[in-house]
């Protein structure tokens, strides 16, 4: 079984930057595959970006891309997501999902992950 415990969120007005960690625990981490995902109240989870398993790749939805980071540490089995220049949109709870068999079309899309951390709120506001 593999657990997911998200950290770093919190009150940030616009511009500002905040680092969000996803550490990975329980399985092996450098096979995983590692998304983060947000949420808006009523709202559907909205992918942000993700790094494949063994580093291999990283991939970003287009509002983020220029503004968010996503690496990972295999030292520490945690993934971090780097969020500079925030706007008041990038308000959500932030989720991070692992998974192994996530192929590449399926990047982005939440029901290919089976595991997910409890997510970490960030709000962007003056």
């Known amino acids: 079984q593999v657990q997911l415990e998200e950290s770093g969120g919190g009150l940030v007005p616009p511009g500002g930057s905040l680092r969000l960690s996803c550490k990975v625990s329980g399985r092996a981490f450098a096979p995983y595959n590692v998304a983060w995902f947000r949420q808006y109240p009523g709202k559907e989870r909205e992918f942000v970006a993700a790094?494949?398993?063994?580093?291999?790749?990283?991939h970003y939805t287009d509002s983020v891309k220029g503004r968010f980071t996503i690496s990972r540490d295999s030292a520490k089995s945690t993934v971090y997501l780097q969020m500079n220049s925030l706007k008041t949109e990038d308000t959500a709870v932030y989720l991070c999902?692992?998974?192994?068999?996530?192929?590449?079309?399926?990047?982005?899309?939440?029901?290919?992950?089976?595991?997910w951390g409890q997510g970490t709120q960030v709000t962007v506001s003056s």
């Open positions: 790094t494949r398993r063994y580093g291999s790749s990283t």
């Open positions: 999902a692992a998974d192994q068999g996530v192929i590449l079309s399926s990047i982005r899309n939440p029901t290919a992950y089976d595991y």
